[in-house]
């Protein structure tokens, strides 16, 4: 396998809970909207992670949002199907990152969002719309249920349901994820060869 | 068995294939701009690697620039220091940057093919979703997360699985008053916003092969939208004489060997793509939408079909419309005439031909904001400026602006804004702002009207 120095977070088995946000089609503006885009740096989006929904014009907590409501916490957020369309902005996979989400689970992810997410060591983990349906109703009858993921063995296992969902991930990501690589340095090892092509495309 | 347009450009880049894994992909040209890059490059620094290509690199300043005085220090403190660190990191790097002031600046997906830094059989990226408007030259253009922002300035390369091909034929030909952004605007609310989602697209067809290089821009510009990577469509005599004479694009025998090679792009009779779909122009109406995704459209005359589910109610209760209600006659506050998908001058060409002996609606704020400094000239020397200003339009100097209100251009919260952006999402236009996108002659007549209307039915 590729050789690379260690330089994101390893993705470690998590036990935790769940917080459902059952939206479809949840766009990265909505993540994090344009105007907190001027920092020059990755950190504290999190505070404004879906900031239009969490919070009114007065900066005041809307309290119908999930993330407002104490009933729900952990590291998965469970979100409806197109997740993470729009916007080509990794700073949506920051502010998840940055409030402690490490998992996210949709029937269906936007490209360059998953793309992001992987490369900033947040795992999304696509699921049927049945088995999405399923986890939105466990949430519903018992917001504090346990989810195990188990990265290596690529499973999802839900408490209360007997659900145990075998999910897909490239090899070659998985391999980052769990050992916290990402593509530079591989990417930088490879100048040479990248020489090569350069010279053979401009002879 | 032949190859797509998109197969042979893919191919023809791939420096290496990883077994089980992604390919390196070469980029020919990476675009860069404020927002997406000063993480970028403090990766870089962080780990001392050098920018690898600078001389393939382009920078501008565009979507927290204000459209206001550019010649004033920026007054938000946070996007003047996000623009700083731009012009910082270039001089730093040795790269080409068209910043504030500079007669190249504009929204880097207008200034890249209006400087012929765009060319078919290209690769390129940039930290923003809408790269894909280059896709129009028969280049594979697509939009990168910042982290990959880092990875093109560290290797000219990415690691990327190659996407599966989809070909969208539009055949016939369009109504009077059918633009471009009526056309993908409908494709798009036909297909769903994650119909495309791991495709490229190919748009193909008679409709596609008689626009002008504006308006397939405009087109490849909102694949996005449909959840694609990209979208292409093959290079052609159009491409051909609208890349001649640009700035930085080959020129003399140089130009000819390079179309001799671009005639060898288009798709083969034989190619086969993993989906295909097919439309008939004539079944196309200047459209606009009337939710919180670009696939939530409709003609102006059609009504809000009965779909259920908590997202539609959700959207439709933002945007304040009820079910079975049609846009046309609603009264408008706010028109916005810009964006990288509708900011060239077909588009202001288009609109003020509209325009031209009218007046805007005395409630209407409509807001005109040339894709560049090049655009902007080009509106002035026409005599374009005359008539927009004559009819009582605001012009705006060029940037981003309105279409994602990163700077002081947004709409109130509440308003309707018709808009030639490319993203109706809840509060891109500003917190509580309700965007209707629309083609540029739809924005221009709703302006005079004061409400939404049909021009093609005046």
């Known amino acids: ?203 | 068995m032949g190859k797509t347009l998109f197969d042979k450009v893919w191919d023809s880049h791939v420096v290496d294939r990883i077994k089980d894994g992604p390919d390196i992909l070469y980029i020919d040209k990476h675009l860069i701009h404020e927002v997406t890059s000063p993480q970028a490059f403090s990766e870089l620094k962080n780990r001392n690697i050098p920018v690898f290509r600078p001389n393939q690199i382009v920078a501008t300043a565009d979507h927290n620039v204000p459209t206001l005085n550019q010649h004033l220090p920026i007054q938000d403190a946070l996007s003047r220091k996000q623009v700083a660190q731009l012009n910082e990191n270039c001089v730093e790097h040795g790269i080409e940057l068209y910043g504030l002031g500079h007669p190249y600046q504009g929204i880097v997906h207008v200034i890249g093919p209006e400087l012929g830094i765009t060319q078919p059989g290209m690769t390129m990226v940039c930290g923003d979703s809408h790269t894909s408007t280059h896709g129009a030259f028969g280049s594979i253009a697509f939009g990168i997360g910042t982290s990959q922002v880092a990875q093109v300035f560290a290797s000219q390369c990415l690691l990327v699985d190659k996407p599966k091909s989809m070909r969208i034929t539009v055949n016939g030909q369009l109504s009077p008053g059918v633009h471009p952004k009526d056309v993908v605007l409908y494709i798009i609310a036909q297909l769903g916003t994650d119909a495309g989602t791991g495709h490229f697209v190919e748009f193909a067809g008679s409709v596609f092969e008689q626009m002008s290089m504006e308006g397939r821009m405009t087109v490849c510009n909102m694949s996005i939208e449909m959840g694609a990577r990209g979208g292409m469509i093959a290079p052609d005599e159009t491409t051909y004489s609208y890349v001649k004479g640009k700035e930085f694009a080959p020129k003399g025998v140089e130009l000819d060997q390079k179309i001799a090679y671009w005639k060898t792009l288009p798709s083969d009779n034989d190619a086969q793509f993993d989906q295909e779909y097919h439309f008939e122009a004539s079944n196309i109406r200047p459209m606009v939408t009337y939710g919180t995704n670009p696939g939530m459209g409709i003609g102006i005359g059609e009504t809000i079909p009965n779909e259920s589910g908590a997202s539609f109610e959700k959207s439709l209760s933002y945007m304040g419309f009820k079910k079975g209600d049609s846009l046309e006659n609603l009264p408008i506050n706010y028109v916005f005439i810009g964006s990288c998908t509708n900011s060239r001058i077909e588009d202001f060409r288009a609109a003020s031909e509209y325009i031209k002996g009218k007046q805007k609606a005395p409630n209407v704020h409509a807001l005109i904001v040339p894709g560049s400094q090049q655009v902007a000239k080009q509106i002035e020397e026409e005599g374009l400026k005359d008539v927009f200003e004559a009819a009582g339009f605001e012009i705006r100097q060029a940037g981003c602006s309105a279409c994602l209100a990163m700077n002081e251009d947004k709409i109130p919260a509440g308003e309707y804004c018709v808009s030639t952006s490319n993203r109706n999402f809840e509060g891109r236009q500003g917190p509580g702002a309700r965007t209707i996108l629309a083609s540029p002659i739809t924005a221009a007549a709703a302006a005079v009207e004061g409400k939404i209307v049909d021009c093609t039915q005046i």
Request: charged share 25%.
């Open chain 1, 1 to 203: 396998m590729i050789a690379h120095k260690f330089d994101m977070e390893k993705f470690e088995k998590l036990n935790t809970q769940a917080v459902p946000l059952n939206i479809e089609n949840v766009d990265t503006d909505q993540i994090i909207p344009a105007r907190f885009l001027k920092a020059t740096d990755r950190n504290g989006f999190g505070d404004n992670l879906f900031r239009d929904w969490r919070y009114d014009s007065n900066n005041q907590p809307i309290e119908e949002f999930v993330l407002n409501n104490p009933n729900f916490s952990g590291k998965i957020l469970v979100a409806g199907n197109n997740f993470g369309c729009g916007s080509s902005r990794e700073h949506a996979a920051w502010a998840l990152t940055d409030y402690g989400f490490k998992v996210v689970i949709s029937s269906f992810f936007a490209d360059i969002f998953k793309g992001n997410a992987l490369n900033n060591g947040l795992l999304p983990i696509q699921v049927s719309p049945e088995v999405l349906a399923n986890i939105f109703k466990v949430l519903d009858d018992k917001p504090d249920a346990s989810f195990i993921v188990d990265l290596k063995a690529q499973k999802l296992l839900v408490e209360n349901i007997e659900l145990e969902v075998d999910f897909e991930i490239n090899n070659y990501k998985k391999t980052c994820l769990l050992n916290g690589y990402d593509d530079i340095d591989y990417l930088v090892s490879q100048k040479e060869k990248i020489s090569q092509f350069e010279n053979l495309k401009n002879a």
